[in-house]
């Protein structure tokens, strides 16, 4: 195992994450799957975090010794544990979930996204959430509809449209081609959104476009998006 691991905790189907986790395997990336938290070993040190452990591949890592954590989940889910008793899974999902919140929120190494309460990943906000902080920023963005069709308990919200202009940014990279305008709005955006890595999408290429949505998971089995990514750790 490499001296100093990057974890990279996603689902065991992320197909993304495993494309990442092999292309950078010589550098430290190490797959961290839910089940992996029932692994004996795991420790939160609260006051010293230095001192918490991480259990990565059978091996107990101090978190001193972390390269750095991608993280690829917004939260536990009972059904990436069926190891667990299936009347504990609720539970022990949402035991596990708290206890990544605090590990993740406490280390000092680059967590990319670093938690936002309740979610492990940044914030899990709504389109309109979304909209709300584009337009706080004076960037323009489309509107969102939600339709509520007769004999549906829950509104239907509208789909992303096709043919979006995408950027992500991935620390200090800014990636994708388009207006230098909506460069910049994307760098706001996940300044504003306190996000380390993040995609954003917008309806042209030119400098009148309007904001989308976001997407908190860029796309790790794209080559250029890795690249950045590893530059992001020490």
Known sequence: MAERPLLVLADEQDVAAQAFVARHRKDGARLLKPSDLSRAGWCHRVGDP???????????????????????????????????AEADRNY?????????????????????????VPSLSGPAWTREQWAKLALDLDIPAIPVRREVRPGSPLPTLQPVPEGCVRFDVIGPTILGQGHLRLRAHARRLADGAGMAMLGVLFDAEDGDARFVAADRWPDLSDEAIGEALMECMP
């Open 50 to 84: 230095a001192a918490s452990v991480a259990m990565v591949e059978g091996r107990a890592v101090p978190a001193s010794m972390l390269r750095g954590v991608v993280t690829r989940l917004a939260a536990i889910l009972p059904t990436q544990l069926p190891h667990v």
């Open 92 to 116: 022990v999902a949402s035991e596990m979930s708290a206890f990544l919140g605090a590990w993740l929120s406490a280390l000092s190494c680059p967590v990319m996204n670093r938690p936002f």
